[in-house]
Every structure is written in structure tokens, then in C-alpha cells.
């Protein structure tokens, strides 16, 4: 059974902090990092998102300005002093540049260690083999006081063959990897809703960007980890099949699945990843959790208010069920909430990343 840190890639809008919390009650075993890979992404010298790019005061105050790929690795080993088994869950679109860009490997995770068991090694990031040097990192320069910022990505950096992502393939071994999932016409909107008033004064997001979907940047590096054997193709919650030697589990939860059925579908994801199972990580409603809960989602404020005031994961009930709508039906209700050109954002967006959920759904834990 792997031992490895647990990798939970997601993208925005799949109820993963409720999924987050189910694990965040095992303080004595496991080491929950919430979403850290964003401030590299968003914020700091290696950032490939655009969204913060003309807002450098932005950058400023996040208090990530300074964080690259290689330093949330480092914090991430520093944090978990008593060594308790790491358990990540993030967006998967953070480690990837947007729109479909290629990839090349984060200027801050080039440089091998060659002293590997000296003071600044990380067993995260420690490269064993290979040849390449640091690259240096910019952020702009100064005239006349002012900052002239320009794009750090592309990176000056080689790629790797059939890696998605700006992380090296021997640190993506590193972990164990699982996927969260949810259609797209559940995520969509909810996202939606994250970028517009009021809560766009809360989440600092004024303006929705498709390329944050997430949906294609998860299935790339889901398909890029099958190729090259890291998973599967055993599934998750089959009790037989063919598995490749240092391989684990194919482990895909559909969000909706979670809701409906909780206990089995986690009864099942933690068989996958080698976690003990107990009836009593459902439920969080003791003041303990509800404060270690609240700082560790204070970072992305107003995505996560509902799984910060929950106090259990039970099943969904007949009410909360609901029918199956139409796409049209669903368009009117966009318009609705939103304005008929915003539904008409969302309309295309949903139907621009429904092929790659899709294609992730029939990997999906059934029970």
C-alpha cells in the first residue's frame, strides 16, 4: 500500500473543501494543506495566471509575491514537523499553464540537489538525476519608481515530453495521486456567482476567465500520470484487476456521487489511498474543528463559506435531489440569476469542458 503524500487534484467549484474537512478531523495522522500551489500561480515570480498581471499592489498585499513552486514545497515539509502523511488538495490548473500553453518545467524546482540530506533538502523536491541548473527568476524591473512587470511565463526552461504540467515528472512520482470531480453545469455557475457582486468584494475575483474552468489541465495530467504508469489501470473500489508494479489505484470521485452516497464513496477512496477509515470523519461539529477550519480557509476568502459553516457530510436527501433539467431549462435559469448574456458565457463554457469531464467520469468510483 503507498505511503505517499496524498495529492487531491480538483478543479474550482467540486465541493472539495467539504471533502477537505472529511480529512481535516484526522489531525493526529494526516497533515491537510489547503490549495497552496494558487499563490505561485496567481502571485508570485513563476505565476502563469494573467489575472493579478497589471495589478502588481494586488500581488503586493496577497502576501505571495515571494512564493514560487519550490518554496510552497519547501513550507509544506516545514509545516509538517511531526511527520504525519501529507494530504494535499488543490487545483489541478495551478500547476499548468492556462489555455492549453505548453508547459515547461518552474525556473525555482530546476535546480538539482546534489547534497541530498543537507540542511536545504527537501525529499519533496530533491531531484536525484539529472543535469539542470537554476534559472534565474524576474519580476519586473524599476524606472522612475514605477514597476514595469512584464509576463514571467513561458519560463526560460525545457520541457519534459508529455508533461502537462511546470512541475518535473520525479516530483509528481512523489505523490499519490487522486482526482475530484462534478459536471460542469453544477461547477460553472457556482463559479460564476464567485466573480460578480457581492462576492467579488470578498474573493478578489471581478471578472470570470474560462481558462479557470480547470476541467482540460486535470484531464492532461490525468492522462499524462496513465501513461506513464504512475496510476492505474486498476480503478479505484475494484477488488481485482491488472496493476503495474509501484503504481496505485486510478481514484475518481464524480462530487455528486459524494453527496449522495458519502459514506461509501469514502469508504472506498480511503481503501484507495491507504487512509483508515471512521464513521466519525463525517462529522466536525465541535468548535476544534470549526477554528482550525476557518484559518485554514481564511486564504481563499468567500469560496468556501459553506464547507466553513458545515458541521457534517451526510447524504442528500429525496428534497435536495434535484430533477434533472434540460438544457434549455437551465439557460433560463442562468438568465434569470444572471442576465441572458451572462447565462450565455456560462452556456458555452459548460460545453466547452463537459467532453473532458466526461472522459473523467467513466473512471469514477462506483459502489
Known sequence: MSNKPIFVATHPRACSTAFERVFMTQRDTLQCVHEPFGDAFYF???RLSDRYEKDQKARAES???TS???TIFDNIMKENEEGKRIFIKDITHYLAPPDGKPASIA???MKVKRGVGTNDSNPLTDIVDGSA??????SGSNTNGAVESSPPYPYATKAEPGNPTVVPAEILNKFHFAFLIRHPKHSIPSYWRCTIPPLDAITGFYNFMPSEAGYDEQRRLFDYLRSCGQIGPKLAGQEAGEQKSGAVDICVIDADDLLDNPTAILEQFCKSVGIEYSPS???WNNEEDHTHAKEAFEKWRGFHEDAIHSTELKPRTHIQKKAEKSDEQLFAEWSEK???EAAKIIQKTVAENVKDYEHMKQFAIKV
Do not use: D, Q, R
Open 133 to 138: 541548473e537554476a534559472v534565474p527568476i524576474s
Open 63 to 65: 502576501g505571495f509575491e
Open 281 to 283: 470523519m463525517l462529522n
Open 44 to 46: 508570485g515570480p513563476e
Open 68 to 70: 514560487t513552486y519550490k
Open 338 to 340: 444572471y442576465g441572458e
Open 107 to 109: 525556473p525555482s524546482l
